[in-house]
């Protein structure tokens, strides 16, 4: 029986703070892989970064803590 992990995205608003995010998060030993924004959350164009859906709450502290905006946290 294979065990399937369940992810989220993390939106922020540029790829300068998706960048950041994953510096932070990668830091703090957070599993999280920076990929393209998924078409059917948004149509621009973009990064953003791809977590563990049980990190969520963990992760929206951590960004908040470093000041970094979250324009939303969605699961895949």
Request: hydrophobic share 40%; charged share 15%; aromatic share 4%.
């Amino acid at each position: 029986m294979s065990s399937r992990l369940s992810y989220a995205v993390v939106l922020v608003p540029s790829t300068n703070h998706a960048l950041q995010a994953e510096t932070i998060l990668t830091r703090q030993d957070i599993h999280c892989k920076l990929i393209p924004v998924p078409r059917h959350i948004s149509s621009e164009c973009g990064f953003c970064v791809r977590i563990l859906q049980a990190d969520k709450e963990h992760v929206s502290h951590t960004l908040g803590a470093a000041n970094v905006h979250i324009a939303g946290i969605y699961d895949l």
